[in-house]
């Protein structure tokens, strides 16, 4: 069964802190992606990677930054934290050249 | 002009009927489309994928594709309330690259109440 999971469902931190979200998936998928999703603005492509070390940016990166030292993890980083980066965080992966996306269950980050 | 449109809602309808969602897509090149279903408080899910014109059926789901009028719909026959959730529209584009390929375009989503 695909599962991709993530490190946190909430998370609490302060303005300027900088913030790992972790996320891993066991399908052994070539593309993984981070997206957030706020009220009204729908689910938003932050950064994706297509394989090991290797990134795309998104339509909003600025603000984040991601890593991907293993096929089957990928981190996005918030390097100073900010009250507009308070949202809902999720993870997705796929099979190269394939459709479906499955995602991870999200992160509610809130920045104070 | 946003690249996938959908219809916030709320839309109601009562268990039984047919519930109609409806979506349209701004770029010509789109060749994928893709229907996530989002409960409350949890993360999407794919229940329908079409890529020709016309409709595709799959239980008490159709996807319906329309490329020349760019709009892309999927109806539910026979709601139930456990059908009560967010439905969001997810569009391929062809990058013109591998990678960029590999991306989905979201709606905001219809939210779907299903009343009993």
């Known amino acids: 069964d695909v599962k991709v999971t993530q490190s946190s469902r909430y998370l609490v931190k302060r303005t300027g802190e900088k913030v790992f979200l972790e996320c891993v998936q066991d399908?052994?998928?070539?593309?993984m992606f981070w997206y957030r999703q706020d009220p009204g603005l729908g689910l938003r492509l932050i950064y994706f990677?297509?394989?090991?070390?290797?990134?795309e940016k998104g339509d909003i990166p600025e603000g984040y930054s991601v890593s991907r030292e293993k096929k089957e993890r990928f981190s996005l980083i918030l390097e100073s934290a900010s009250t507009n980066q308070t949202s809902m965080y999720l993870c997705?992966?796929?099979?190269?050249?394939?459709?479906?996306?499955?995602f991870g269950p999200g992160t509610r980050l809130t920045v104070l | 002009q946003k690249e996938v449109e959908q219809n916030s809602g709320p839309l109601s309808v009562p268990e039984g009927a047919i519930a109609s969602l409806n979506c349209t897509y701004s770029d010509r090149g789109s060749q994928s489309f893709f229907w996530y279903r989002q409960y409350s408080g949890k993360s999407p899910e794919l229940i329908m994928s079409i890529y020709s014109n016309g409709d595709k059926e799959d239980g008490r789901f159709t996807a319906q594709l329309n490329k020349a009028s760019q709009y892309v719909s999927l109806l539910i026959r026979d709601s139930q309330p456990s059908d009560s959730a967010t439905y969001l529209c997810a569009v391929k584009v062809w990058g013109g690259s591998n990678f960029g390929n590999e991306k989905l375009t979201f709606g905001t989503g219809t939210r779907l109440t299903i009343i009993p």
């Open positions: 990677s297509y394989d090991v070390k290797m990134k």
């Open positions: 997705a992966s796929s099979l190269s050249g394939a459709d479906t996306q499955y």
């Open positions: 399908m052994d998928h070539e593309n």
